[in-house]
């Protein structure tokens, strides 16, 4: 049975409920680790059902970086206008344009990537894997390893988060479609610099 004080813990350290904390440890004979582990595979697997639903509202969000040289504009969208509302939205919505001033994704998702820029990056992958006469199966792999790599550090959902580099967007809006109970997607941004 979890003690009081390894539920505070749990609750403390996942943001999860009170109920879910208990049976997590429960289920893991106390070990903290091991709950936290299970409620993020439990809390994946909440986010993959909520993801096909629709969303139709939102807010729009701006940053203007303090030497006002560079400028953000993302739309952030969810099910209904009670959760646009909300506090934590509202802040995810500001984290993520604050992360876009920093980065610069190209675009939300990797394979978003329009197809003329990933040829000019395949072009210049293949000139890089030529050297070293390489067998042409291993210079095949390096090339898309570079094409994969490539389009996941330019892809906004897959970048690390700049506030906290363990995560990457995709992880932060998780968390939050975990914590608010709607799903949540980037819909489009522009970034404008000086």
Request: glycine letters at 4%; aromatic letters at 4%.
């Amino acid at each position: 049975m979890a003690t009081l004080e390894q539920v505070k813990e749990l609750r403390s350290r996942t943001g999860c409920g009170i109920v879910d904390c208990k049976e997590a440890l429960q289920e893991t004979k106390g070990n903290i680790e091991d709950a936290i582990s299970l409620l993020r595979k439990r809390g994946q697997v909440k986010v993959a059902k909520k993801a096909s639903r629709e969303t139709k509202e939102g807010i729009v969000a701006t940053y203007v970086h303090s030497n006002h040289r560079i400028a953000v504009i993302v739309s952030l969208l969810c099910e209904t206008d009670f959760v646009a509302r909300n506090e934590k939205f509202q802040e995810l919505a500001h984290n993520i344009a604050l992360h876009i001033a920093a980065t610069d994704p190209v675009v939300v998702r990797p394979e978003d990537m329009p197809a003329e820029i990933v040829e000019q990056e395949r072009a210049v992958a293949e000139e890089q894997a030529k050297v070293g006469n390489k067998p042409a199966e291993i210079q095949a792999k390096i090339i898309e390893g570079k094409l994969r790599s490539f389009q996941q550090e330019h892809a906004l959902l897959t970048q690390p988060f700049v506030k906290d580099p363990q995560k990457t967007i995709a992880d932060l809006i998780s968390e939050a479609v975990n914590e608010i109970g709607e799903n949540i997607v980037v819909g489009e941004f522009k970034r404008i610099a000086i």
